[in-house]
Structure formats: C-alpha cells, structure tokens
C-alpha cells in the first residue's frame, strides 16, 4: 500500500510527512498498540491460568510422593499364625487378615511398651488404628510365601494409617483432629513422640508407582500400579494397531488413490471422525466390542481398540500432511531414473516424512494417554486390585488407565484421595510433557525444510 | 510392514477369543453401595484364593440394566443398588433370559443434611424443608408460591441464614428417599398435601405437587457425587447439603451434621429407626453365574458375614447401619434363595 502518485495530472493532496504524524496516522498507530496490548492480555490470561492450576494441583498433590510408614519388630507367634503347628499351607490359608490385624497391633503395643512411650487417654486399640489396615493383608502374603518365617521376630516396616499420614503432611492437625471420627488428639500426641523415637518416619512413597488402587479405608495403601500397566498396555496397543493402518491409509490417500468424489468423501469424513466426541466412539466400543464380538469388559484389549479409533483420524491427517510436505521434485526426480511409484514412495517420500509423522503420532498418543470418558463405558473406570498379567494374555485381564485413576480417586470420600488424585496428575502431566518434548525434539532434529 | 501383519495378528486374535474364561467377579451399580463393595473385594482378594472382583460405579439403574442384558461371562455378576429393583428391571431380565436373581439386602444407609462446620446449628423437620424448597406452600390457609427467603422466615427457631440447598439430582438413588422421606412427608406435615387434594387434584397430581421443588437458585441439584456437593459447601458457606451417614463420617472435621425431628443421625439411630432418613442398601446377583464363575457364592457368603457388614466389622465402621435381620439374609445366601414377585 505505497503511496506513489502515478504521472498524470497533479492532483491536489493534504501534505503528509513521515516526520510529523498526522491524525490517521496517530489512529493507525493506536490501533496497533491496542492489538499488541489485547494479545498481550490474552497471552497472559491464559498463562495466569495454566499457573494457578498447576500451583493447585502442585500444592495439593505433591505430599503424595512421600509416605508415613512404621517400623518395629514383628513376633510371629506360632500359636495364633499356625493353630495346627504343621505349617500346612492349607491350613496357614484359614487365619486371615483379621489374626494377622491382631499381631500386629499386640506386637505395636508391646513395642511401645518397650519403649517406654506412653500417652494418657489412648487405648490399645487406638493404638492398632494407627496402623494401616493394608498392612495385615502384606503380612498375610509375605508369611504364606513363606512360612519359615513363623515362630521369628522380623523387623517389619509397615504403612502408617492414612491420618498418621495426613499428620505428618500437615493436612491434619489437632484442631481437625477434635472434630473427626477416626483420629483424636492424644493419639496425634503418640504419632508426635512416635516421630521422635523414629518409630514413625516419612519417606519417599514408591508404593505410589507400584501399589495396586485400594478401597476406601485404606487410602495409604492406593497406588497407580494397576493404572500405569494398564496405561502402558494400552498405549502399545494402539500404536501397533493405529501406525500401520494410519500410515498405509495416508500412503494410498495421498499417493495412489484417483481424485474422485469418493476420496473426497473419505477426506471429509476423515476429518469429522477426529471432531466425534470420544464419548461416542465409548458407546460404539461397547455395542461391538463388548455386546457384539463378546470380548472381555474392563480389558485393555478393548479400551486400546477403542482408543485406536479416536486416535486413526488424527494420526492419518498429520501423516498425510507430512507426505504432502515433500515437494513434487523429489517424486518427479525418483521416477525420472525409472522407479516405480511404489519405489518413489517406500525409497524417497516416506522417509522425508517420517519426522512428521512420528511427531503426530507421538501427539495422537499423548491425546489418547489423557482419554477417559471413552473408557467409562466400557468398564475400566473401576476398582481393579489385581495386576493384568504380562501380554499377551495380560491384554484380557482387567485394568484401569491413569486419568481413570484421578477421576475414581476425586470422587472418593476420605480427603487422603483427593491427595493422590492430585498426585496422579503430576505423573500423568510428566508423562505428557516427556511426549511432547519428545515430539518436538525429534521434529527439531530429523524435519527438513526445502 | 512387520507390524502390519501383527496387527491383523492382533484382530484375529481378539476375534477369536470370545469364549476366553473370565475368573474374576464383575460388579457394577451403584455409587453409593460402591465403597462397600469396594471394601470387600479388597478383602476378599486378600483371604481368598480367587481374584479381586472388579467394581465399577455408574448408578443403581444402569448397573440393574447390565445385570438384566443376558446370561453369560462377557454379562456382569452382581449389581449394587441403594434402591429396590423395579418391576420394569425384572421383566428386562426375564426378556434376556435372566430368570433367578438372588436379591441381598445387607444394610441401610442413613441421608444427612450438614452444613459447613463453622455455620450454625440447624434442627430440621421434613415440614421446614419442604416449606423452604417446595414450588408451592401453604402459608396462612392458602396456596402461595414459596415466599421464603431466610431459614427464619420458614421457622422462628432456625438460624436467620439464607435457603440454599444442595440437593441430590433426579439420577441419583438418594433422590427417591429425599422425595419420600423428606419432601413429601413435609408435605403431609404442613397440610400442603391435603390443600393440594381439596383443590381438586387426584393422588397422581398431588404427590407430583408436592415434589414440585422451587426453581429460582434456592434448590440446587447436584447430579455429581458428594465430593461435588462438599466442594459447592465449600464454597457457599451459607449452603446446607445432602449426604450420605457414612460420607459424613468420612468427613466429621467439614460437616455439621443437622438434626431431623430431633434425632442426631448416627449408626444407632438408624439402625433403631429413629432417624427417620434412611434406606436400605441391596445387591442382586445373577444365580445362573454361581458355579461359572469362580468364587461368587464364597464371595456373597464374604459380604453378609458377620466378618464384613456385622455391626463391628469394617463396613459398620466405614457407615454403613448393619442390617438387625442379618441372619436372615446369610441363610438365604447360603441357600441359594431366588427372589420371589415384587409385593
């Protein structure tokens, strides 16, 4: 928009000078400040955002990484862990949790006693409380696997219930400690010199990665095991399933197919299959999947199959985008000294691509990795105890995924979970960020530019 | 194109495994009974020989539903529910071949009203809620849209405060106690309900008069669970929210828990019926799955023993008011009992 007068007669124009700013100009002027300055809000809007939700969730889940255990030694009595002295492993089978409750509360109580740590107003059962209930059922399960360990003493270190926890975390405190049921201020006043004698101590909380989800009672005990494996499952599921089917479609799409209005049709309905909100493609799953073939619900096998479809649509679109990016010349050049069309595109483009496409399929991933409501109708939104087994069986066996987790969790009623939702979405966010980095850094490294 | 062939390897083997043996329960159904069911498994799969059962939520009617879709392994084994099973739900599951079902009444759960613990006290009666949520009250010997601004205005002794109620949405199971136990017991209480019949109303239109609540941000429903309901509390001070008895006592150090017709609700009281909200807490599972699928008798048996929803077992402890005729209902696991016709 330059201002160059053509030849011709001279026409009569107010004088302008670049020097001295006119009334439009001032105009002009202001409107661009004012643009930069509504992006500037914007910008920061969005970041002021981002911040405070990552400070709550930081704030509030952190204290999940760490963990209050207790550590004492343990007498495994004979008498009360094998009545028949025979140490059958049928008959160690018959005393359950609730026996090995008992030893470890006695064998506590005996320890502080021992100890010399006593508080007014606790009584031995209060006591046992502070122990977590998932310990008696870890007990039960290191005896049975081994039962040579009866009639020892073993130095056991075992979960601390979840409000010991929340003490030490700061979460809870005398004065909530007055008005809740389940933990009372003299028995903070134990966990206190508990603390001191380094009875109680606060480590870092690998049962978080490892343990499986557990019930409402035992928020100690709640760990993304199950989660993470089924995640993890899943994601390789779809990978294999969504690369080769994702890539050959985009091959044929953007390389052999005629231009016709049926690959019209394809395209657009492509692009509408990645608009479908994923709750849908959770119906679909359910109704073919599950109802019609008869696979088995809550398995990874149908959570991944269901993800592959949401996933198919984006991973075809980046893919045909990056085969579209290498120029004609490379394809004109390749058949030009005679290789077939099948040679130009396995020899010469799809490697061009292969950045761009595995940037989008890295991105499809990280997209699918956060998906639950599809999941929710096919029941993996639920509480599974037990590790899926390794592939290709394990692929069957029930599972949860990761934002399934947060959302079990945020719902449940003891605060502890509101914790560890938190914290599950710190690992889940760490997981998302290593994708995207990931994503960019390979973009950085292999893409070229013409 | 390695992976490529694996894929198609993959689909074929999915498509080929449908009669896969599945060893673990599945449940499904209510959120309520959720955390119960929850509490057992864990259990269960710690002293049992078999799996962990499976539990999901979703609902008492959609988890009756999936009990009711047929008979076999890739159908759900049990299905919670804080509601009785209707009739319309039996005739589903008759239509899909889903003949016996075993119905487990194993407790009751008692509805509380709390506010934020900083608040006041409140001393509810069902006549004072239903006179500050209902569309229509009955102020003076007339019918009037509700007038009520302030909980005194309602009832001189309660706190001047603003009405704001959360209460349980239309999906939830604890909606139906509310309407009946509080809503239209209110009703009946301050002769709206008689008001309503004099002016010409059959029962039909009466009983749907008087759960007619207002519309105008004094009634909130909360369609999410009751972590949704202590976050709106949270944030709205002057809020009073429906609760489950046993949500409650997870939560004694946020919650002021109100009195109803004078009753504190606790697991005594409910148990004794003097706390007039309550309800009770079923499970139905399919008997023509017991003998296929491992462990789902023993695990019935697990769950109404006296071990697990005895009055000092861990559900008693988690809230749940035991069930006084439990006995009852072990012999009737222990023999298999189908339920008879719905009374």
């Excluded at chain 1, 002009?28 to 405070?52: D, P, Q």
Aim: proline share 6%; with cysteine.
């Amino acid at each position: 928009m330059t201002d160059i007068s053509a030849a011709g007669p001279a026409r009569h124009r107010p004088r302008q000078s670049i020097l001295t700013a006119s009334a439009n100009m001032k105009r002009r002027n202001a409107a661009e400040v004012r643009f930069k300055l509504y992006g500037l809000i914007a910008i920061s809007l969005s970041l002021a955002m981002l911040a405070t939700m990552l400070f709550t969730i930081f704030r509030d889940g952190v204290s999940s990484f760490r963990q209050a255990t207790l550590s004492f030694p343990v007498e495994l009595s004979a008498e009360t862990l094998d009545p028949t002295g025979n140490r059958n492993p049928e008959d160690l089978r018959k005393v359950t949790t609730v026996g090995y409750q008992k030893v470890l509360s006695q064998a506590f109580v005996a320890e502080l006693q021992a100890r010399g740590i006593t508080q007014d107003g606790v009584s031995d059962k209060q006591i046992g409380d502070l122990i977590s209930r998932d310990a008696a059922g870890t007990l039960r399960a290191q005896v049975l696997a081994n039962p040579d360990l009866i009639g020892t003493t073993i130095d056991a270190t075992i979960l601390a219930a979840g409000r010991v926890d929340g003490f030490l975390k700061g979460r809870v405190t005398f004065e909530t400690a007055v008005r809740d049921n389940q933990i009372n201020p003299d028995q903070l006043r134990l966990v206190e010199q508990l603390r001191d004698a380094g009875i109680v101590q606060s480590s870092f909380n690998w049962g978080f990665f490892t343990n499986p989800d557990a019930s409402d009672q035992r928020p100690e005990a709640a760990g993304l095991g199950v989660a993470l494996l089924g995640s993890a499952y899943m994601m390789l599921m779809v990978l294999v399933m969504c690369v080769p089917v994702g890539v050959a479609a985009s091959i044929y799409l953007e390389e052999f197919a005629p231009k016709n209005r049926w690959t019209d049709a394809i395209e657009v309905n492509i692009s509408n299959l990645a608009a479908v909100p994923s709750i849908v493609f959770g119906i679909l799953g359910l109704a073919i999947f599950i109802n019609f073939a008869g696979m088995p619900q809550s398995s990874t096998l149908v959570g991944a199959l269901v993800i592959s479809l949401m996933t198919l649509p984006t991973i075809i679109i980046a893919t045909r985008a990056s085969i579209r990016a290498v120029p004609p010349s490379i394809r004109d050049a390749a058949l030009g000294v005679g290789a077939s069309k099948m040679q130009t595109v396995f020899h010469h483009v799809l490697p061009l691509a292969m950045p761009g496409i595995l940037t989008g399929t890295i991105l499809g991933l990280a997209t699918a990795l956060g998906e639950t409501a599809p999941l929710l109708l096919i029941g993996m939104v639920a509480f599974v105890d037990n590790y899926p087994s390794a592939p290709p069986e394990g692929f069957l066996d029930p599972a949860t995924a990761l934002p399934v987790q947060v959302f079990s969790w945020a719902s449940r009623a003891d605060p502890a979970f509101i914790e560890r939702s938190n914290g599950a979405i710190i690992v889940l966010l760490v997981f998302l960020v290593i994708m995207n980095v990931a994503a960019i850094l390979l973009r950085r490294r292999f893409e070229r530019r013409w | 194109m390695k992976p490529f062939y694996l894929t198609v390897s993959v689909l074929a083997f999915a498509a080929a495994m449908p009669a896969a043996a599945r060893d673990q329960i599945q449940i499904t159904g209510s959120s309520t009974v959720l955390p119960y069911a929850t509490i057992v498994a864990e259990a269960f799969g710690e002293n049992f020989d078999f799996p962990t059962p499976v539990v999901e939520g979703g609902g008492s009617g959609a988890g009756r539903k999936k009990l009711c879709e047929g008979v076999g392994e890739n159908t759900v084994d049990i299905a919670n529910s804080s509601s009785r099973i209707s009739q319309s739900d039996i005739d589903l599951c008759k239509a899909n071949g889903v003949e016996e079902i075993m119905e487990v009444r194993f407790g009751y759960d008692g509805i509380v009203f709390a506010s934020a613990v900083d608040g006041p006290e409140f001393a509810l009666t069902p006549a004072d809620m239903y006179n500050a949520l209902a569309e229509t009250v009955l102020k003076d010997g007339a019918l009037v849209p509700n007038p009520h601004a302030n909980w005194s205005e309602v009832n001189a002794a309660l706190p001047d405060q603003e009405i704001l109620v959360l209460s349980p949405g239309t999906k939830h199971g604890t909606r139906e106690v509310y309407d009946t136990k509080v809503i239209i017991q209110g009703c009946e209480d301050t002769g709206a309900m008689a008001a309503f019949t004099a002016s010409g109303m059959d029962e039909d239109a009466t009983e749907a008069a008087c759960m007619e609540l207002r519309t105008d941000g004094r009634n909130i429903d909360i369609d999410g669970d009751y972590t949704e309901t202590l976050a709106r509390l949270d944030a709205d001070k002057n809020a009073i929210g429906v609760f489950g008895l046993s949500f409650y006592q997870n939560n004694t150090d946020k919650l002021r828990v109100a009195t109803m017709s004078g009753v504190a609700p606790s697991a005594e009281t409910v148990a004794s019926g003097e706390y007039p909200i309550s309800r009770p807490l079923f499970f139905y599972v399919k008997k023509a799955h017991i003998g296929v699928i491992p462990g789902l008798k023993e695990f019935v048996e697990f769950f109404v023993s006296d071990d697990m929803a005895g009055p000092n077992g861990p559900l008693a402890e988690y809230g749940l008011v035991s069930d006084p005729e439990l006995a009852a209902t072990q012999a009737m696991v222990a023999a298999e009992t189908p339920m008879g016709p719905l009374q």
